[in-house]
């Protein structure tokens, strides 16, 4: 009972995490209005906890495990804490970019460590896989509630309170996770790898930049060059990886094509996630012309979808082996991307519930494949590894898919000629027409890229995950575990 209590306490910065994220988007016009920063700024003030976020999970992962998770999670919920009152009362756009990079670091904290103490403390594979069901719910949990608080505070005070929702949740951690939460680390380590967990920062910081600098301004040298110098750094941190007594990155994890197919498929699933959130939104607006609040209003039925089958996959695991789950999961996500494909409200709106229903219990069993297969003292690098891959994912998602939609679209724009309207239609109302039609156009092909996409990962899962890796035994000499 008492691990279930500390589940409860482990939900509480997944909840932080996505309230901060969706929040801060409601906030953004009267931020903009009272801070006046540029377009860089506000930028990098949108995107730098991601940019951080995504270039320190590894490094953080491996840190749990190094000098105890239950010790990180703490420290890094206070850091949260801290940086968000400093994000709440900044007074000028710089100083809320310093708390905005402080909330990535702690975040890349968060994550992992959650992920590693549930390994942990619920060494059942059952028990584990409806721990992480929940603890994959509460992220929906943060999403459904964030237009709520989030509108109720930006209607009553300024916009740095927005941030101090995460507050609260801190305090209660910082309160209760001493008491409930064991605490972990490997015994075995007895270094960190400083050197590599900067050249992997620096990595895949230069890597999401230059393809968000993508997504942004289209095909230019400089993002391109960022991206190449991304890759040059990647690859000396794996050979540096493959020579050092105890690396930060276990290359040997990949050695089984069971965890290589569970890794790719999360990244996958969030690059055709995040690849098409933007395009839908645009949709709504655009093209079926709803108002912002009711675009909002018509995800909320995906978000739902995947609070409840967040519930649906361990449940099934009951009577399919996690693999033949995993494969469902990623062909429902297909089957909702083709039937988005059809365009229309109802046909959007279903299509964003199937691929929801189907995106929960892929997510959930791949990671809780590719964390249970490692040995316990290595949970937190594990855990990282499938967290970082979504992030990459999500960010070429964000570029590649948004440019499938931009090329498209202005294919249309240019081959289809203006004039075709009824007389006494305007020459704007024309073109107005034309850029519908061809943004619906684009809006198809892109849904239907990603449905092969993901048919193609179903398949591969299908195939691969036959049979359930079999879980590492624990190595008691190698991990050390206590209640206090």
């Given at each position: 009972?008492?691990?279930?209590?500390?589940?409860?306490?482990?939900?509480?910065?997944?909840?932080?995490?996505?309230?901060?994220?969706?929040?801060?988007?409601?906030?953004?016009?009267?931020?903009?209005?009272?801070?006046?920063?540029?377009?860089?700024?506000?930028?990098?003030?949108?995107?730098?906890?991601?940019?951080?976020?995504?270039?320190?999970?590894?490094?953080?992962?491996?840190?749990?495990?190094?000098?105890?998770?239950?010790?990180?999670?703490?420290?890094?919920?206070?850091?949260?804490?801290?940086?968000?009152?400093?994000?709440?009362?900044?007074?000028?756009?710089?100083?809320?970019?310093?708390?905005?990079?402080?909330?990535?670091?702690?975040?890349?904290?968060?994550?992992?460590?959650?992920?590693?103490?549930?390994?942990?403390?619920?060494?059942?594979?059952?028990?584990?896989?409806?721990?992480?069901?929940?603890?994959?719910?509460?992220?929906?949990?943060?999403?459904?509630?964030?237009?709520?608080?989030?509108?109720?505070?930006?209607?009553?005070?300024?916009?740095?309170?927005?941030?101090?929702?995460?507050?609260?949740?801190?305090?209660?951690?910082?309160?209760?996770?001493?008491?409930?939460?064991?605490?972990?680390r490997d015994n075995a380590a007895t270094s960190f790898d400083i050197i590599?967990?900067?050249?992997?920062?620096?990595?895949?910081?230069?890597?999401?930049?230059?393809?968000?600098?993508?997504?942004?301004?289209?095909?230019?040298?400089?993002?391109?060059?960022?991206?190449?110098?991304?890759?040059?750094?990647?690859?000396?941190?794996?050979?540096?990886?493959?020579?050092?007594?105890?690396?930060?990155?276990?290359?040997?994890?990949?050695?089984?094509?069971?965890?290589?197919?569970?890794?790719?498929?999360?990244?996958?699933?969030?690059?055709?996630?995040?690849?098409?959130?933007?395009?839908?939104?645009?949709?709504?607006?655009?093209?079926l012309g709803l108002s912002p609040l009711h675009a909002g209003l018509w995800?909320?039925?995906?978000?739902?979808?995947?609070?409840?089958?967040?519930?649906?996959?361990?449940?099934?695991?009951?009577?399919?082996?996690?693999?033949?789950?995993?494969?469902?999961?990623?062909?429902?996500?297909?089957?909702?991307?083709?039937?988005?494909?059809?365009?229309?409200?109802?046909?959007?709106?279903?299509?964003?519930?199937?691929?929801?229903?189907?995106?929960?219990?892929?997510?959930?069993?791949?990671?809780?494949?590719?964390?249970?297969?490692?040995?316990?003292?290595?949970?937190?690098?594990?855990?990282?590894?499938?967290?970082?891959?979504?992030?990459?994912?999500?960010?070429?998602?964000?570029?590649?898919?948004?440019?499938?939609?931009?090329?498209?679209?202005?294919?249309?724009?240019?081959?289809?000629?203006?004039?075709?309207?009824?007389?006494?239609?305007?020459?704007?109302?024309?073109?107005?027409?034309?850029?519908?039609?061809?943004?619906?156009?684009?809006?198809?092909?892109?849904?239907?890229?990603?449905?092969?996409?993901?048919?193609?990962?179903?398949?591969?899962?299908?195939?691969?995950?036959?049979?359930?890796?079999?879980?590492?035994?624990?190595?008691?000499?190698?991990?050390?575990?206590?209640?206090?």
């Open positions: 009972m008492r691990n279930w209590a500390g589940l409860a306490v482990l939900a509480l910065p997944c909840l932080l995490v996505s309230l901060d994220a969706e929040v801060l988007n409601l906030a953004a016009p009267q931020l903009t209005a009272a801070l006046h920063p540029s377009n860089v700024q506000l930028l990098w003030i949108m995107d730098s906890y991601v940019f951080v976020v995504g270039g320190a999970l590894i490094a953080m992962g491996v840190l749990g495990d190094r000098i105890g998770r239950r010790r990180l999670l703490l420290i890094a919920a206070a850091a949260f804490g801290v940086a968000s009152l400093l994000a709440a009362f900044a007074t000028t756009p710089v100083q809320l970019i310093a708390a905005r990079i402080l909330m990535g670091l702690s975040g890349a904290s968060l994550m992992p460590s959650t992920l590693a103490l549930i390994r942990v403390m619920f060494p059942d594979p059952r028990r584990r896989t409806i721990a992480l069901g929940i603890w994959s719910a509460s992220f929906s949990l943060g999403g459904v509630a964030s237009p709520l608080i989030g509108g109720t505070l930006l209607a009553h005070f300024w916009w740095g309170s927005v941030f101090l929702i995460a507050v609260p949740a801190v305090l209660l951690l910082l309160l209760l996770g001493p008491a409930l939460l064991p605490e972990s590599g967990a900067l050249s992997s920062l620096a990595s895949v910081l230069l890597f999401v930049y230059g393809v968000k600098q993508l997504a942004a301004d289209g095909w230019h040298p400089a993002p391109l060059l960022f991206m190449a110098v991304a890759a040059v750094l990647g690859l000396s941190f794996v050979r540096r990886e493959r020579r050092i007594a105890q690396p930060l990155l276990d290359l040997s994890l990949f050695r089984d094509p069971r965890v290589t197919v569970a890794v790719g498929s999360n990244a996958l699933s969030y690059f055709v996630l995040y690849g098409t959130q933007l395009a839908i939104a645009q949709y709504l607006q655009l093209v995800t909320l039925p995906s978000v739902l979808a995947y609070l409840g089958a967040s519930f649906l996959g361990p449940a099934l695991t009951r009577y399919l082996p996690p693999g033949r789950v995993i494969a469902a999961g990623l062909a429902t996500m297909a089957v909702g991307f083709a039937v988005l494909a059809f365009g229309g409200l109802t046909f959007v709106v279903t299509g964003m519930v199937l691929f929801s229903i189907g995106l929960a219990p892929a997510y959930i069993l791949s990671t809780e494949l590719v964390v249970s297969t490692v040995r316990p003292s290595r949970a937190g690098m594990a855990a990282a590894v499938t967290e970082t891959g979504c992030e990459l994912g999500g960010a070429l998602g964000i570029a590649i898919l948004g440019s499938l939609v931009l090329a498209t679209y202005r294919h249309g724009m240019a081959g289809r000629p203006v004039g075709t309207l009824p007389d006494g239609v305007s020459a704007g109302g024309q073109v107005a027409h034309q850029a519908l039609t061809a943004y619906g156009s684009a809006f198809t092909v892109m849904a239907a890229a990603a449905a092969v996409l993901v048919l193609l990962a179903a398949i591969l899962a299908a195939k691969v995950l036959r049979h359930r890796a079999a879980a590492a035994s624990p190595v008691v000499d190698e991990l050390e575990t206590t209640s206090v």
